[in-house]
């Protein structure tokens, strides 16, 4: 569960990303954060993720207090959230198999041939089963994403964040990707932040609308017209 | 292994240079244990010999050299003497010229000196006692050898001051150097640090991949200089064997331990290849260890 309450958080030179935001997202949710560009979609992720900090507010992901000045965990915390961003942030120099291996590695916990396993369990769900060895830059940018979906949903990672990761992909190829969001949607939390209102409108989910750093509507289920 | 040679391959300059530079140290740390133990065994060598050697006239009567020997004793500058009278010096003679029989049939006991084989307590006493001897009518020839030992002496202290001087400058050349090319390495992968941190990478992950480069770059560059040590040591062994001909060995007591030097000892190689080594991977692991500290 993420639970964001009177969160602010002001940038350095003082424009605001987020004034007072409140919301609560249930365990395997599926929530879309639209809005146009400085809305403060990205600065969601990105607290989430503990990367910045807020002003002001707390935020509870799984029972942690991430705002809590004491907190200590984030090791722990970014264990448990897949990551996926719209410019990939794939490892040029490593094969799809240990990009993705990369997700499970860092946890320190699994042997080689659980690691095997469980990056084939992924590429199996993104249709990469058959790119293993191939290198980054042999992939279109479709199944670049779909690497980095494969590495985000990897193990046991609970919450997937994926921030605006059909940004860079042709129409057909976005759909592929939703197709695959479809797919993990019932075992994993998604917060999935888009410009794209077909997508929003067609998967039905709820819709968070976000301007000027405040939410404007919380959409439980349904369409939403920009 | 696997991911050494593809951080090699990933920073080819950077490795290269860190290769460089820890192979250029371990040489010249090498080459500073072996000449510095080399001379210092000289030393202990040349210590051992008779520090005056003094030859009487054939002819002189054993009893006057024992009052001259018993005077010396009296002085209390003397730590040792050693009387070697003609069939002593005639068994030496046979013994250093066993391999020439024209030699040994031209000389007999009769026309070789009698000796004394002086060690005193400090150095500088040796000046006086040659002195002494000089003017005894029965003596031939006083043998002093306080100049060359006063020589290496000197040449071996400065050496051994110059080469503290210079490791110690080696050291941190070394350690900037290579924090340097490991800061340059972390640049060069910054993007996949970034993504390992979000993925939830602990510190000692990222950093591990770091020290364990510099590990085996530690490995490699102390066999390579240890490899070309010696094949210039054999290079030069008959050189040296020449040079150093008449000293039939040189040892080092190390804590009691008697370390053989020369004739080129494997013990001795193999213990200097083990020092450069652990210096060597000390000092790859060290900078490393600061420059991540730094820098990751």
Redesign the interface.
């Known amino acids: 569960m993420i639970v964001f309450e009177n969160v602010t958080k002001k940038f350095p030179l003082g424009n605001v990303a987020l004034d007072n935001i409140s919301f609560s997202i249930e365990d395997k949710e599926f929530v879309f954060f639209v809005g146009p560009s400085g809305a403060g979609k990205t600065t969601i992720i990105k607290l989430i993720?503990k990367?910045i900090e807020a002003n002001s507010g707390s935020i509870l992901v799984d029972d942690f207090d991430i705002t809590d000045k004491n907190f200590s965990k984030?090791?722990?915390?970014?264990?448990?959230?897949g990551?996926i961003f719209q410019d990939f942030?794939i490892?040029y120099?490593k094969n799809v198999f240990e990009n993705i291996a990369?997700?499970l590695?860092?946890?320190?916990k699994y042997s080689y041939a659980q690691i095997k396993e469980k990056v084939r369990e992924a590429l199996e769900i993104v249709g990469l089963i058959k790119k293993e060895k191939v290198f980054p830059i042999q992939l279109s940018s479709g199944e670049l994403q779909r690497v980095a979906i494969a590495?985000a949903i990897a193990g046991e990672r609970k919450i997937i964040l994926a921030d605006e990761p059909t940004g860079n992909l042709d129409p057909k190829t976005t759909w592929q990707i939703m197709k695959i969001f479809k797919k993990i949607e019932k075992e994993k939390t998604i917060i999935f932040t888009t410009h794209n209102v077909d997508i929003v409108n067609s998967l039905q989910k709820r819709v968070i609308v976000l301007k000027d750093g405040k939410i404007i509507k919380d959409i439980k289920k349904g369409k939403y017209e920009f | 292994m696997k991911d050494f040679i593809i951080s090699i391959k990933r920073t080819p300059f950077q490795s290269t240079a860190s290769f460089l530079i820890l192979f250029f140290a371990l040489f010249l740390t090498l080459f500073l244990i072996i000449t510095i133990t080399f001379s210092e065994s000289l030393l202990s060598y040349i210590e051992t010999r008779p520090q005056i050697t003094t030859y009487f006239q054939p002819k002189t009567n054993e009893n006057e050299i024992f009052k001259i020997r018993d005077e010396l004793n009296a002085s209390g500058k003397i730590l040792s003497i050693k009387y070697i009278n003609q069939k002593q010096a005639f068994e030496i003679y046979k013994k250093m010229n066993k391999d020439n029989p024209l030699l040994l049939e031209m000389v007999s006991a009769d026309i070789l000196p009698p000796s004394l084989e002086i060690y005193a307590k400090k150095p500088i006493f040796l000046p006086e006692i040659a002195e002494y001897l000089k003017k005894q009518p029965t003596v031939d020839e006083v043998q002093f050898q306080k100049d060359i030992l006063d020589r290496l002496l000197n040449l071996t202290s400065i050496l051994r001051n110059v080469s503290l001087a210079f490791f110690i400058y080696l050291f941190l050349m070394t350690v900037i150097v290579l924090i340097a090319i490991t800061h340059f390495k972390i640049a060069l992968k910054k993007e996949e640090i970034e993504i390992l941190n979000l993925l939830g990478a602990s510190y000692s992950y990222i950093q591990k991949p770091f020290l364990k480069e510099a590990f085996f770059m530690a490995i490699f560059a102390s066999i390579s200089s240890f490899s070309i040590i010696l094949v210039i040591l054999f290079y030069f062994q008959p050189f040296l064997n020449s040079y150093l001909q008449g000293i039939s060995s040189l040892s080092l007591n190390i804590l009691s331990f008697n370390l053989l030097i020369w004739p080129i000892n494997w013990d001795f190689l193999l213990i200097s290849f083990l020092i450069t080594s652990f210096f060597g991977i000390f000092i790859s692991l060290f900078s490393t260890f600061l420059a991540t500290k730094k820098y990751l």
């Open positions: 993720l990367e984030t090791l722990i915390l970014r264990r448990n959230l990551i942030k490892i120099e990369l997700s590695l860092v946890l320190e590495r």
